[in-house]
């Protein structure tokens, strides 16, 4: 079976800052890619999405990730922070087939005015 | 309605009653699931629907028993349920080719 691995369940930084959430999986085959946003109170949001295309995947709200093969590693960038980012960040993987999805633990984004 | 919708969006049940989740999208997809979310966990995938045919079940107790009638419905029925299946349970719905899962606010379940 495949897994995720988010590194930080908690990450704060200061508006205007630069947001760096880390994910590394582990798939013997090529992997389908995510991050999902999740707001109090609400369901999970999808953010972007890596399917074997371009390596750097743009996303909603300034997001994008970067597919390292050689890392195994799909890491969540933002240039600048804003206090609308604060939520909880899930990365996922799937299977070629869409079957099985696979979720990280989430990291929980605090932004300090 | 648009999107994913769930109701109800909280329930409190005791173990030994029998009460089901509704899950419903309006998004066209041919694809549905149910999760499990409970603090601290990664988001457990339960059951997957693909054109109203199960196709996946991950070892989940047969307390919990889902039914698809169409395309557009989902649901999840509950009976003799544990203190530890309280947890968010979230419905989403794809387009099988694109991946891309969009999910409901979920029911948060209390089992007392």
């Known amino acids: 079976a495949q897994s995720v691995t988010q590194l930080g369940s908690h990450v704060s930084v200061s508006e205007g800052a630069l947001v760096l959430l880390r994910c590394n999986y582990s798939?013997?085959?090529?992997?389908?890619l995510f991050w999902y946003v999740q707001y109090p109170n609400q369901g999970l949001q999808l953010l972007l999405k890596?399917?074997?295309?371009?390596?750097l995947v743009k996303g909603i709200n300034g997001f994008e990730a970067e597919f390292k093969k050689s890392e195994t590693s799909f890491h969540l960038t933002k240039p600048s922070a804003h206090m609308s980012d604060a939520a909880e960040y899930f990365c996922?993987?799937?299977?070629?087939?869409?079957?099985?999805?696979?979720f990280g633990t989430g990291t929980s984004l605090t932004v300090i005015p | 309605e648009t999107g994913v919708t769930q109701t109800p969006r909280h329930l409190v049940m005791g173990m030994t009653n029998k009460k089901s989740l509704k899950c419903e999208q309006h998004?066209?997809?041919?694809?549905m699931y149910w999760y499990k979310q409970s603090a601290k966990k990664p988001l457990e995938l339960m059951f997957v629907?693909?054109?109203?045919?199960?196709?996946e079940n991950n070892s989940v107790p047969s307390r919990f028993s889902p039914e698809c009638p169409n395309s557009s419905h989902l649901f999840l029925h509950l009976h003799t349920l544990q203190p530890e299946d309280s947890a968010l349970y979230l419905c989403a719905s794809s387009q099988r080719q694109t991946y891309e899962q969009y999910f409901g606010p979920g029911t948060r379940l209390t089992v007392t």
């Open positions: 998004l066209g997809h041919n694809a």
């Open positions: 890596y399917t074997s295309a371009a390596t």
């Open positions: 629907y693909n054109f109203k045919e199960q196709t």
């Open positions: 996922a993987v799937s299977d070629s087939g869409g079957n099985q999805f696979y």
């Open positions: 798939s013997s085959v090529p992997p389908y």
